[in-house]
Nanobody
Framework: QVQLVESGGTLVQAGGSLGLSCAASGRTFSNYAMGWFRQAPGKEREFVASINWKGTSTIYADSVKGRFTISRDNTKNTVYLQMNSLKPEDTAVYYC????????????????WGQGTQVTVSS
């Protein structure tokens, strides 16, 4: 089991940068692949980025590739999402998720989720 708590969401101007953190508790955290997802009002939750348990492989949605960077520090049980060149369409609640096994883009394959943190990008 792993418990996740996101932090760092706030209001930011378009073109700005913002870093999100996901603090995980659980003795087996380092064995989990991690993902970031987001959900805008009235829309389905969508994949943003994923990282394997070693931190040696990353996957990004096309919409954020080149702008967002996912990373992890297993010594701190923390996963990060660095967001640069933010756009208004990035506005959403951002969720951290964890799963045992390989990276995945599918929300249904992640059994562990945080409560989310709101990111609002103003024009």
């Amino acid at each position: 089991q792993v418990q996740l708590v996101e932090s760092g969401g706030t209001l930011v101007q378009a073109g700005g940068s913002l870093g999100l953190s996901c603090a995980a508790s659980g003795r087996t955290f380092s064995n989990y692949a991690m993902g970031w997802f987001r959900q805008a009002p009235g829309k389905e939750r969508e994949f943003v980025a994923s990282i394997n348990w070693k931190g040696t492989s990353t996957i990004y949605a096309d919409s954020v590739k080149g702008r967002f960077t996912i990373s992890r520090d297993n010594t701190k049980n923390t996963v990060y999402l660095q967001m640069n060149s933010l756009k208004p369409e990035d506005t959403a609640v951002y969720y951290c998720a964890a799963r045992e096994g390989y990276q995945s883009l599918a929300t249904t394959l992640y059994p562990y989720w945080g409560q989310g943190t709101q990111v609002t990008v103003s024009s």
